[in-house]
């Protein structure tokens, strides 16, 4: 096989080594090393990719418009540019219009985790 770089390998053993002390090697942990190694075997394979590549930007696909809905399933917005956070792309699909689900009195003693509101759409009113 291919040899790891000594500086992943020695964050291995390490990650190893702390790990071993504390944890019983089940499932769980397994899971976690061969995610951890998967990972590695990833970076490894982008990093000689990249390191090979021709840098021919010309075939690359290009963005040609960005839009986001601020307000799901409402008219969407065009950016010039936009950034990403753990959700997506930044202000998109948020915010969402709901309305209260009709209840009799005796609905307010049956269940507590019962949804008390519904999802509103624009095709269920195209005005909006």
Known sequence: GTML????????????????GTLVLNNKFRQKLKTIVNAVKSRRQLDELAAT???????L???????IHPIK????????ETKFDEHGLKAD?????????????????????KATHRFFTQRQSPSL
């Not at 696909?61 to 839009?67: G, K, L, M, R």
Request: aromatic share 8%.
């Open 61 to 67: 696909p290009q963005v040609s418009a960005i839009f």
């Open 93 to 113: 699909r948020r915010l969402m219009i709901v309305r209260p689900i009709p209840r009799s009195a005796s609905s307010y003693f049956v269940k507590k985790n």
């Open 5 to 20: 770089p000594p500086t992943l390998v020695s964050v291995l053993v390490a990650f190893l080594a702390a790990t071993l």
């Open 73 to 80: 399933s409402l008219r969407a917005v065009s950016l010039s």
């Open 53 to 59: 590549s021709t840098r021919n930007y010309d075939n």
